[in-house]
């Protein structure tokens, strides 16, 4: 064990467990420990390092603002705040609705906004899907369906009823005209990588709109061109009420967005919330350089071709059951529960992926990860199978 480490365990709080790793640098999808070794990054800080790391574009922006203006509170406004509230409507709404942007810090504060705006209908109750994330502060978790989770902090804002994911009868039978709003990752991430159908938003859209309540997309993970579309609902066609925004916005700067759309857009007046380090200049900048970037350097078709090669290789191994998901935010299934042993042997040589669950890979690469690495990875793939002990189907154990 490190120095590190002992210094974290008598100085930090045990939420985390002990930390896999101490890193010191990063450049591209590379990340160095404080040993001198080498990883290469295929989980992107959980779907934040969109640029990797230490891009220059981002190192510009954030150098060039903090010696410019790096903070001045919500009293007062600045360029790149209304800069970056006017692209994020441009390119994740349709020019014909009314939208408004209101910045945060975080992805749970993003959803901790949306959750007041829903209380601002004059409804309460929330209908959520089951085995959703949507952060852990006390809003948030009380919209997470998990025990373990929620046991601990309950009693938690209450009214709210869960449904099996992308089940549209199940949808269909919660939502009454007492419901404030359903709340959908159009992609779950930390349930393993789990896509809804076009077809679910749809009907989403449909039954929320006969009811009166909002349509809310929770898009803190798959938002952001890591789907190979700025949001991973784009393509279905839906437009939603409210969408919330943050990991991959700032590139790895704390930043977090609620987008309100319609009557959503002005339900928030003076008083109702507040943030003092939301939509500060420098990580406004932070967002602006990503957005810049993704749309000089084509990363959103980057995304698109990258994840579809992950997937269509991963899945040739028959240890792998199932892949899925959309550009590159991946989730595999595996034959065994041996995902941790996996996780395990990929950093002991030298990748940083993650398990979502006993038998659920997760990975989330930087939208920058060259063809070597991804190339690299695929080739050393059934090796970190084998290290983890998995046996190919069928073969003697
Ligand atoms: C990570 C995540 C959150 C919480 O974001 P934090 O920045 O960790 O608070 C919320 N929703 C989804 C879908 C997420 O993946």
């Known amino acids: 064990m490190s120095d590190l480490h002992e210094r974290y365990a008598a100085s930090l709080m045990n939420s985390f467990g002990p930390p896999k790793l101490a890193l010191v640098r990063g450049e591209g999808a590379h990340v160095w420990d404080n040993e001198g070794r ?28 903090v010696g410019t203006l790096g903070h001045v509170s919500n009293f007062f406004t600045t360029p790149r705040q209304v800069e970056l509230a006017e692209r994020l409507l441009a390119l994740m709404t349709p020019a014909d609705v009314e939208a408004r942007v209101f910045f945060s810090n975080s992805g749970t504060e993003a959803n901790e906004a949306a959750l007041k705006l829903t209380r601002l209908t004059g409804r309460t109750h929330l209908v959520a899907m089951e085995d959703a994330f ?30 099996p994911f992308a089940d549209v009868e199940a949808l269909a039978a919660a939502v009454t005209d007492e419901t404030a709003a359903v709340v959908i990752e159009p992609l779950q991430g930390e349930a393993g990588v789990n896509e809804a159908p076009a077809a679910f938003l749809t009907a989403a859209r449909e039954i929320t709109e006969r009811h009166g309540a909002l349509l809310w997309l929770d898009e803190v993970q798959s938002g952001m061109g890591r789907t190979g579309t700025w949001l991973a ?6 437009v939603p009420d409210v969408v919330t925004l943050a990991k991959g916005l700032g590139g790895g700067v704390p930043i977090g967005a609620t987008i309100g ?20 200049p420098l990580s406004c900048a932070s967002a602006l350089a990503v957005i810049d970037t993704i749309e000089r350097d084509g990363l959103l078709a980057r995304a698109t071709e990258v994840g579809a090669r992950l997937r269509s290789s991963l899945a040739r191994d028959p240890r792998v059951t199932e892949v899925r998901g959309l550009g590159v935010l991946v989730g595999l299934s595996l034959a065994e529960s041996a995902a941790p042993a996996v996780v395990a042997a990929a950093q002991e040589q030298g990748w940083i992926i993650n398990a979502t669950g006993p038998d659920r890979i997760r990975l989330a690469p930087p939208l920058v990860v060259t063809d070597a690495d991804v190339t690299a990875f695929l080739d050393a793939w059934p090796g970190l199978l084998d290290a983890a002990g998995l046996t190919a189907p069928g073969s003697p154990s």
Do not use: C
């Open 38 to 65: 080498e990883y290469v990054d295929l989980l992107g800080g959980i779907a934040v390092n969109t640029l990797g790391h230490a891009h220059p574009a981002l190192v510009a922006a954030l150098t060039e603002q």
């Open 134 to 163: 949507h952060g852990r502060t006390m809003g948030s978790l009380a919209l997470t369906s998990k025990q373990a989770y929620r046991t601990p902090f309950e009693p938690l804002p209450g009214h709210v009823t869960w449904v």
């Open 233 to 238: 609902s784009q393509p279905s066609g839906v």
């Open 261 to 280: 759309l319609g009557r959503a857009a002005h339900l928030f007046e003076p008083g109702h919330h507040g943030t003092t380090f939301g939509g500060n």
